[in-house]
């Protein structure tokens, strides 16, 4: 173990908690201060477009345990800078934290149409990422709206759906069809049918959406000129790493802190979470996913403690998303194109949500489980099995 006896981390979500637990669990014995700029307890925010704003879950619900040993915790505070060559964090109040090693576990923010330049300018723009904003959505639904969302991606599409389930109208509007560039064309297929069923209207055009109005809610439109207008329009355009604060440090890229693979930004420093874009045979790449984030941040922390002695981390992926009755479940790196073979269960062309099946997709490593409990071990198993004659 080397001289470690200050960490500091900031970003006191899952990946931040979760460095925290495993240096205490490797015997570290010295100071960690955990720094959060959100107002609550670290909590699961998957959770967030689930069951919080379909009414079902609270902040009780969801608050994650606390992070084991003794620990600072200055929570409300966001970090703004970070001087490396003083080994310093500099809080938005003006003091300053020393560190010896540090922890960036800031995640990501939610990227807007207005980053994209596809919104007019002083449009009003509504986008979904903390517990503030699933707050305000919740109190929105109360008066049953309809709502248009922009971004028929997983979070689009859960929030579309937990929208519905609050008795909301809802259309998802995208310059793409929903869901076939994460999920690809078969998974995306089984949701889309469970969501037409719930009556989820959906537009999308490849020449792109734009956000359109300066007072009143704002309206979206496609370009070929249909335009939608909602009481209330949810932006869901993906996310962006939480970099802003170490714009003067030099240390991170356009597309988030880059990582070797133990998730080391500079000596002393490690990262995890969605902030990371981590090495992949097509370069850096962000996995902002629950599992990448807890694999990093294992990583992390083992390679704050011993070094070039730690073990890299092989990334196993690993997704789920609960939206329209269903729950999908995948082992492996997505989209998964192409038809799967059905390993056991079977899953109506029509109704899909009423059965139940393992999926493997074989030869491309991704397996999935759809409305089926198994143990992710296994899942992972069944996507690296080769396919018959290999
Ligand atoms: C609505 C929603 C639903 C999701 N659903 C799923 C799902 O179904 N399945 C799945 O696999 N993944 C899901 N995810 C992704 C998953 O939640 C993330 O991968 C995970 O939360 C990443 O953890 P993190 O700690 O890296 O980042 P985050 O959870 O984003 O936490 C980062 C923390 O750092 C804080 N912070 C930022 N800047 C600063 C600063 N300057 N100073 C101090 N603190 C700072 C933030 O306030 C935040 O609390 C979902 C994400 C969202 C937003």
């Not at 690809?184 to 734009?210: E, K, N, S």
Request: with cysteine; charged share 20%.
């Amino acid at each position: 173990m080397n001289e470690l006896e200050r960490v500091v981390v900031v970003g006191a979500s899952l990946a931040g908690t979760t460095v925290v637990d495993t240096l205490r669990r490797l015997g570290y014995a010295g100071s960690v201060t955990l720094i959060g700029a959100e107002r609550h307890p670290a909590y699961n925010r998957p959770a967030l477009s689930k069951g919080v704003v379909a009414g079902t879950d609270g902040l009780d619900d969801i608050v994650l345990p606390p992070p084991s040993g003794e620990v600072d915790q200055l929570i409300g505070t966001p970090a703004v800078a970070l001087h490396a060559d003083r080994k310093e964090v500099v809080l938005a109040g003006g003091d300053r934290i020393r560190y010896d090693g540090l922890v960036i576990a800031t995640g990501a923010r939610a990227r807007r149409l207005a980053d994209l330049g596809a919104a007019d300018p002083g449009v009003q723009e509504t986008t979904f990422r903390d517990l503030d904003d699933a707050h305000r959505l919740s109190a929105l639904l109360a008066t049953r709206p309809h709502v248009v969302i922009v971004g028929a991606g997983i979070l689009g599409m859960e929030l579309a759906s937990a929208c519905v389930d609050r008795g909301a109208t809802v259309t998802v509007v995208d310059r793409q069809p929903p869901l076939l560039g994460q999920l690809g064309p078969y998974l995306a297929d089984l949701l889309i049918t469970a969501a037409a069923r719930r009556r989820v209207r959906f537009a999308h055009h490849p020449g792109g959406v734009r956000l359109r109005g300066t007072s009143g809610p704002p309206a979206v439109e496609l370009a070929d000129g249909r335009r939608f207008a909602g009481d209330h329009v949810l932006s869901a355009v993906g996310c962006a790493a939480e970099t802003g604060w170490l714009a003067s440090s030099g240390l991170a890229g356009a597309h988030g802190l880059v990582v070797d693979t133990r998730c080391r930004v500079a000596p002393g420093i490690v990262a995890a979470g969605d902030v990371v874009a981590f090495p992949s045979a097509a370069g850096p790449r962000r996995t902002p996913w629950w599992h990448s984030a807890l694999e990093q941040a294992r990583t992390a922390a083992r390679a704050l403690l011993h070094g070039d002695d730690a073990p890299p981390l092989t990334p196993s992926p690993y997704f789920w998303t609960d939206q329209f009755g269903m729950r999908v479940r995948v082992a492996g790196l997505l989209p998964a194109a192409g038809r799967p073979a059905v390993v056991d269960g079977s899953l109506p062309d029509d109704e899909p949500w009423a059965g139940s099946a393992l999926l493997r997709w074989p030869g491309r490593g991704v397996a999935a489980a759809v409305n089926r409990r198994i143990p992710i071990g296994r899942l992972r198993a069944l996507a690296q099995l080769e396919p018959a004659g290999t």
